[in-house]
């Protein structure tokens, strides 16, 4: 649980300072990955006063920050699996905003931990025109812990050019495998709209710091 917490942190990392999707150039993975990076750690630098006042305004953050370098819709479908075929349009678009939801509560939680973390993004590489999907080597240094080395796995949209991340792999577990087989049973046995409802208390629960979560 620890490692997918420093995942999460990473997918944090991907959220620009001051800016929306369309000031950073995702046309190329590499170079999406280190310009919102290096933006994103200044600004929970910046703003870790506030943030230890009041951590729900990482939703806020989360939200407008994360989101446009992330193909929510892509991984939630992923998430359902052979599900999906089941599913009406109705029940898809339900099952994406909570899970959307999910994601944001999630992000914005871990993000409570952020003590000042390092990223190293591995050196830019050439991308054949026909390659859909990249991974992009990334470790997290911590001077409190040995660095974790992530797989960042990023989707390229045709239509728009732009790459998206949709999934991340630490020691080898991909983090959509992980939730298919945490959510599969239930989604068989009760159906998507069962696992929406679940998935929208989990997205419900208020942002805590660590602190208070170990009280």
């Known amino acids: 649980m620890k490692l997918f917490r420093y995942v999460l942190l990473l997918l944090v990392a991907l959220s620009p300072l001051g800016a929306t999707a369309a000031t950073v150039d995702q046309s190329d993975p590499y170079a999406m990955m280190e310009a919102v990076s290096a933006k994103t750690f200044s600004r929970l630098k910046a703003e870790q006063s506030q943030i230890q006042r009041n951590p729900e305004m ?30 009406t349009a109705t029940q898809r678009n339900n099952f994406v905003a909570a899970f959307t939801d999910y994601l944001v509560a999630s992000y914005a939680q871990v993000l409570t931990q952020y003590t000042d973390q390092d990223i190293k993004i591995e050196p830019r590489k ?12 990334v470790d997290i240094v911590d001077n409190k ?34 939730k298919q087989s945490e959510w599969s049973g239930k989604l068989r046995t009760e159906g998507v709209d069962a696992v929406t409802q679940d998935l929208k208390a989990l997205a419900a629960k208020p942002i805590r710091r660590e602190a208070e979560n170990n009280d």
């Open 58 to 87: 990482l939703r806020q953050i989360v939200r407008q920050e994360l989101l446009p370098y992330i193909n929510a819709r892509y991984a939630a479908y992923k998430v359902l699996g052979p599900q999906l075929k089941k599913t």
């Open 126 to 137: 050439a991308v054949p025109a026909n390659r859909t999907v990249v991974s992009v080597r």
């Open 145 to 178: 812990r040995p660095p974790i080395r992530l797989d960042f796995k990023l989707r390229h949209n045709k239509k728009s050019n732009q790459w998206q991340a949709f999934d991340m792999v630490a020691e080898g577990v991909s983090m959509i495998s992980t």
